[in-house]
């Protein structure tokens, strides 16, 4: 029977909307790539272009096989990092293949890339202009064999850690690519890697796309045709305009193949990204864990205690019990909750092996690339904790920032307070690299209780930002705060919140519960009362504006990781071919439920703010003057 034709009518409004949506957002992305392609600073066309590089004092001009430069182009590179303050800076050559230039315009916006301190260094990957004292703090011996692109795509993204805030990006209209660059898949995932990027989730991505494309352009008539049009045409409109200071040398046949091309590029680097995964992790590492597991984890945890640590009361009754949701080590963990004062704590307790046992490749070694990536988006929340202080103090002169990890807030931080002196305080190797970055101007390396006497009364601001809640004795941590703390110094704290309503809706899949590294949640009455018998007086509290907008996509993450863990994890047994076709199989039912997560805890930011309600709180308090 044939429908009627408002029906018919109904069923193709969504078709056109798919369509008016891709056009919409492949025309938002060719004008963006138009704007920050303008945006980027040209060199002055060299007078001559002599041989040889001249060596500078205080420069060197780091380039990938095949690139050779110009004197005349070295001197203007020099010539404009010295104008702008800039301590490396990476040249784009004037015929840069037309999807590398989109690729990279798509990751940096280059009117921000300057002072987003905690943005990825990003490049080319042909030449960079570094200063010699970068490369000294960063380690790097500028006098082996010449990198490929790969090896300096991840330089640039190192070396930008060394210059926070002066890396930028410049095109050199003298500079050549040199020969063609390799295109095949092992070389563009090695690529994306250099980036800090997953090759085979965005190869995958890319099929979806193209896929997408080809159904509108076949099923949705002329707006179909006119969304694959636009995404075909895409090379030549962004980058092949009038006065454009790109020329590149394959622009025509960029734009005349580009879905053919596209699409052989992308199946080329999931291959890639598949044969590198079956690889499998370090086998030292793996034996590691496999000998360190031979003896069971019960030696990691303490006896349980019957009373709770904040209060004494024996009122105690299990919130949740999980295994470990962020890396699938083995183990089961509890967290009770007192009765009477409503602390939340992990009982029985991991001992210190225990912790040393969960924490390791989380924040380093195996995980430490994820780890550093994630607090490096961060710089908004960063940002709003240091400017916290602003209706309530001058600018203070000494910081110290406990449990700073690699130093980013105090990175981040100095663009509030520039004039401030920030130290960091913890545990692992990172502080020692935030303190030769620069990110810190100290680094203390240790528990923080045995500072007390060595830093007693010397600092104006402390900062806990979720630090209190990893560690095994809150008080301890309290009183060594106040005793570094000169009279009338502040102190500030933010803190998951354990009375959050998500944490009764979400159960075990609610992120800040965190186990096995979180010890203890402490409500926020609890911490004013602790923060009174110090001494302290609390001078304002936050709880919509500390909500970190993970709830929902976080419980995705942690149920997709419950349900198949990484098959490569060293700490797992052997991975089968099923158990990898599992884990995919899950990774990709997780990719709808991922979108609709984002979605939601963009609404459940919005609510939080609006009604001062989050996941997380944070205090600022002022020791007594005297």
């Not at 990092?81 to 989109?102: I, N, S, T, Y």
């Not at 092992?186 to 090759?199: D, H, K, N, S, T």
């Not at 080590?329 to 029985?348: I, M, S």
């Not at 199989?585 to 609510?607: E, I, N, Q, S």
């Amino acid at each position: 029977m044939t429908p009627p034709p408002l029906s018919r009518g109904r069923g193709r409004l969504p078709v056109r909307w798919t369509s008016a949506v891709l056009l919409a957002a492949l025309g938002a992305g060719t004008v963006r790539a138009g704007r920050r392609l303008r945006a980027i600073p040209v060199l002055p066309v060299p007078p001559s272009a002599a041989a040889g590089v001249p060596r500078a004092a205080g420069w060197r001009l780091l380039t990938a096989r095949g690139v050779e430069p110009d004197a005349g182009t070295f001197l203007a590179a020099c010539a404009h990092a010295d104008r702008e303050g800039l301590r490396v800076l990476d040249l784009l050559p004037a015929d840069l293949a037309a999807e590398r230039a989109l690729g990279l315009l798509r990751l940096v916006d280059p009117a921000r890339y300057r002072q987003d301190r905690l943005g990825e260094g990003r490049g080319a990957g042909f030449a960079v202009l570094v200063a010699d004292e970068v490369l000294e703090r960063a380690g790097v011996d500028p006098g082996g064999p010449r990198p490929g692109p790969a090896e300096l795509l991840a330089l640039t993204r190192r070396l930008k850690e060394y210059a926070a805030g002066a890396t930028g990006l410049a095109i050199a209209p003298a500079l050549s690519c040199g020969p063609a660059a390799d295109d095949a898949g092992p070389a563009r995932a090695a690529e994306l890697r250099a980036q800090g990027l997953p090759p085979g989730a965005l190869a995958a991505a890319q099929l979806s796309g193209l896929a997408l494309l080809a159904g509108v352009a076949l099923r949705q008539g002329r707006w179909g045709v006119a969304a694959a049009g636009l995404y075909w045409l895409q090379p030549y409109l962004a980058l092949g305009g009038p006065g454009s200071p790109l020329r590149p040398a394959d622009l025509a046949r960029a734009t005349a193949a580009r879905p053919v091309r596209s699409l052989g590029a992308a199946l080329r680097t999931v291959a890639a990204a598949d044969r590198t995964r079956s690889g499998g992790p370090e086998a030292a590492r793996t034996a590691a864990y496999r000998t360190e597991l031979a003896a069971g984890t019960d030696r990691f945890f303490e006896p349980r205690r019957p009373d709770c640590p904040w209060c004494g009361s024996g009122r105690l009754s299990v919130r949740v019990r999980m295994p470990d949701q962020l890396q699938g080590k083995p183990g089961r963990f509890t967290l009770e909750q007192c009765g009477d004062c409503g602390h939340v704590f992990q009982n029985p307790r991991l001992t210190p092996d225990g912790l040393e046992f969960y924490y390791r490749d989380f924040y380093d070694g195996r995980g430490g690339e994820g780890a550093g990536t994630v607090f490096g988006r961060l710089g908004a929340a960063y940002r709003r904790r240091a400017e916290m202080l602003i209706p309530h103090a001058d600018p203070p002169a000494s910081w110290l920032d406990v449990g700073t990890g690699h130093g980013h807030f105090c990175n981040a931080a100095r663009a509030v307070w520039p004039l401030t002196r920030f130290d960091g305080l913890d545990m692992g190797d990172g502080v020692r690299e935030a303190e030769r970055r620069g990110w810190v101007d100290t680094g203390f390396q240790g528990q923080f209780p045995e500072f007390a006497s060595k830093l007693a009364g010397r600092y104006e601001v402390v900062s806990m930002y979720h630090y209190l809640e990893h560690t095994r004795d809150p008080f301890a941590e309290l009183d060594t705060a106040a005793a570094v703390l000169a009279p009338g110094g502040h102190l500030a704290i933010e803190l998951p919140d354990p009375e959050s309503r998500m944490a009764r809706l979400l159960g075990p899949a609610w992120l800040p519960w965190f186990q096995p590294q979180h010890q203890h949640l402490i409500p926020a009455a609890n911490l004013r009362e602790a923060l009174a018998d110090r001494g302290f007086t609390v001078l304002a509290e936050e709880h919509g504006p500390a909500h970190q907008g993970n709830d929902f996509f976080g419980a995705v993450a942690l149920t997709a990781t419950r349900l198949t863990p990484d098959p490569d994890r060293p700490w797992g047994p052997p991975p089968t071919p099923r158990d990898r076709a599992r884990a995919a199989a899950v990774r990709a039912a997780a990719l709808p439920l991922f979108a609709g997560a984002t979605l939601l805890d963009a609404l459940r930011t919005a609510a939080a703010h609006h009604t001062d309600g989050g996941n997380a709180y944070r205090l600022l308090a002022r020791k007594a003057a005297r």
